[in-house]
Every structure is written in C-alpha cells, then in structure tokens.
C-alpha cells in the first residue's frame, strides 16, 4: 500500500480546468492585477527557479544558506537602482502589503522607543494605498488622510500643517495607485526632516519602472527615492513590474538601526529562537528566487528596455483617450497606468460613464478596474473613474485595444451613472449598524442586489455589469458596504454542505 494513490494526469487535469475559467493571465486583456513582461521566456525561467526551491524554508536563511544569497543579491539590485547608499538596508517581504506593514510597524517601534506610550499617528494623503489602513488597523496606528485636489495631488503645506510629535509616519506614493500621481517626495521629505518625522515613499509600483522613466515633456522625473535626504523608507515590489510570480517585494530602510525596529525576535519560549524580519514565520521561497532569476536575465537594461515599451503603449492610450469624446485622463499619471474618469466639460449627452465605460469593454474582452468615486474629509469628493494598468505586452494589443476603447465609449457615451438611491430604496439602512448586520442577512441584501448564487455559496458568476455594484460601494455607508463585500468573499470559500 502506498499513501499516494490519486492520479497525478487527472488531478492536475482538473486544476487545467478550473485555470480555464479565470481571467487570463497573459496576454494583455486584463489591464490591472498581473504584470506580463510579454516573454515566455522569463516566465519559464521564473517558473523552474520555484520548483528549484519548492521545498526550502524561507523561515531559515542559516540553515538554507541559498535564501540569503538570493535576498542579498536582489537587495543589492534594488538598492542600486533606487540610489541607496550602504546604510540602506531590506528585506525581501511576500508582496506590497506586507512591505507597507513593516515600515509601519517599524516607524511605530521606533516612535514609541522614542516618545514612550501612546498612539501616534500616520499621515497620508487621501490616495495612499489601501494597504496603509490595514497596518493602522493592525498596528494600533490613527491614521490621519489629507485632502488631495480633483487631480489627485496633495499640497505639501497640507501634510506640513498636519506634523506634530505624535506622528510616527508620513507615507507618500511613487506614484499613487488611484491616479497615478508622484507625490511631492523632496517638499514633503524636507518638511518631514525638519521635525525629525520619519518618511515612507511607498513605491509598490513604481518602484521597477519609475528609474526608467520621464515626465510628460521628456524631463526627468523629480528625484523620488533614496537622492531625497529625508526618506527613511522604501517599498517596491518585485511581484508587479519586477514581473515575478506573487509573493515578492522588497521594503529598504536607512538607517540600519530603524530597520532593527522591523524585527521580532523572541527566546521566550521553549522552542526554537524566533527571529523575523516579516510577518510570516515558514514561508515560500519560491517567489523570492523566481524574482532573483528574471533580475539575473533583465538585468538594468532589460528593465529599461521593458519600460519604454510601456511608456509608448502608455502614450498611446492616453493619447486615444483624449480622443474619446466624454472621456479624459485624470491629472498628469506617471508611470504605466492611468485613471480614466468622465468629461465633465461637454454637455451631459455627450459624457461617457467611466464605469460603464469599463462594463462596455469587457463585453469585448478587455478588463478595466472600477474605482469609486470618493469623498473625502475635509475635501473634495474625487471622481468615480476606471484604472488602467500598462504592461510590457499590451504593445502588442494596442490595435486591437485602442478601437475597443472607443467601441465601448460609442455603446454608453450619454448613460447616466448608475443611480445607486433607488437600487437601496426601501432598505432599512438607519437599522443596519456594521454590529447589527449578520451573516444571514448580509448575504440576503447581496441577493437582493443580484449578487451571489442561490446556493448559498459566492461563487455564483460576477454580475455582467459592474457599475451597479460600484454605485451602491459609492452610496453605503463603508461600514455596510465593508460587510457586505466581506460576507460575498467569505461564502467564496466557505465548504459546500
Ligand atoms: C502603491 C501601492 N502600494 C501598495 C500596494 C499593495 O500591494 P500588494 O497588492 O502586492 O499587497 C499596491 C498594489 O497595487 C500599490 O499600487
């Protein structure tokens, strides 16, 4: 008898089966969420250096030797290209998030050794990843959001009004995921220095593609990284324009003492010593060296060469937004993406709903991400627009994609925005407080919506059109809408009885 008695052929047949159905990968039609570089070739050197290291515990560097040779030299690779000197120091985390998490953690730890008790502050525009609002909530942190203007860009006097003791962290983006704006690194960092308050550039994506590119008139962009004295953190991943399969990014820290703080260790227990420089304890190490492999084969050329495919898809697209009638880009994006909102400079007849903008485009087969619009506190309420995200391959897309924008522009161009007030007439909202909304019934608002199978499961298809969805995330009170897409996500995967 042996413990393996499955058939490798069908079971790997059924997993062929179930990737049929998901959005692809490859190929450019889904303009957010994966970063195709456009070459198999990468993909299957990324793909064996995984295997290679399948079975290796990332948790010990001392004892797979290997994890720290790779993390050292994708560091060191980082570190050059982000123009950090040897007092900058890293460590390669499991994507975006975690490296946000840390350089909070690490700035609260730092801030408390300094201050004593209490809770200090973080404070960001209002763009800042979401990312940011997790370690605020994990890490006992008041997260403190600036205004930004229409365009998406904040005033450094309004981060400068904002600096007290208490605040343990600012964090600006390079660019920022909404819109595409390079925040104003030098003038907040300047003001940041002055008071001795650290400074987070969170450069998840721009990090491998912004050294490679210029702003709109061809000039170089302002210095944005490690050249801004000031910045005591850095986060780009690896998992985004790095191309590297999920699970790789990087945070670099100055100086070495403050990434000290990013640490837990503990010899409290009767097991082993634990000594973490991430959130995870055993971890992959497979991410780790497919992202050191495609660094090995792109080299800083391979990089720049990708980037100017993308700075001229990005100038295309932009280029045939601005033909669209009722479309227009929102601010001055850099980087390869892009927000996509409606032109509210022509008359109403002739504006194109960004969501249904986006809902009109994947019925030809192309995914566009949906953003809500937004108010914010204490300032104006931001438009609802649609993302873009450009990748080394959508070259190649670009002319099939460029006429599909403007087919799906024609088939909505004067569809007023989804009015979410009569989708919610009739509920109970004043009864519904984040505590009062169960399971049971959380799942029965979302049916009411059209949303979720019968089953009782979440895997009923996603509704064809999505700018209904958007409007009530727009209209509910976050805390409801917050509920509600938890319990649609959580019945994603809950057991069939
Ligand atoms: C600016 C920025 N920060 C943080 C993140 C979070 O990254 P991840 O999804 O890898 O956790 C993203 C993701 O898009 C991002 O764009």
Known sequence: MTAFDGDPAAILARLAELRAHDAPTHGGHVLSYVYDSGLAELDELAGRAVAAMQPVNGLDPTTFGSVAVLERELLAFVRELLHGEPDVVGTVTTGGTESCLLAVKAARDAWAAAHGPGTPRLVAPSTVHAAFHKAAHYFGVELDLVPVDADGVVAVEAIDTRLGDDVALVVVSAPSYPFAVLDPVAGVAAACSARGIALHVDACVGGLVLPFWSGPDGDALPPWDFRVPGVTSISADLHKFGYAPKGASVVLQRPRDRQRAQYFATTRWPGYPVVNPTILGSKSAGPLAAAWAIVQALGVHGFAALAASMARSTAAVIAQIGRIDGLRI????????????????????????????????????????????????GGVRLPATTHLTITPVTERTLPELLPALATAADSVRGEPHVDAAQLLAGLPLDQLGPSGLDSDTAWMLLQGFGIGSASGQGDGPLPDRMAPLLAIIETLPAPIAERLLIELLARLVEPTA
């Open 330 to 377: 929102v601010g001055v994006p850099t980087g390869p993406l892009l927000a996509v909102a409606a032109d509210e400079s022509v008359p109403v007849e002739r504006r194109v709903d960004p969501h249904h903008w986006a809902d009109a485009a994947r019925g030809l087969g192309w995914v566009l991400q949906l953003q809500p619009a937004f108010s914010q506190v």
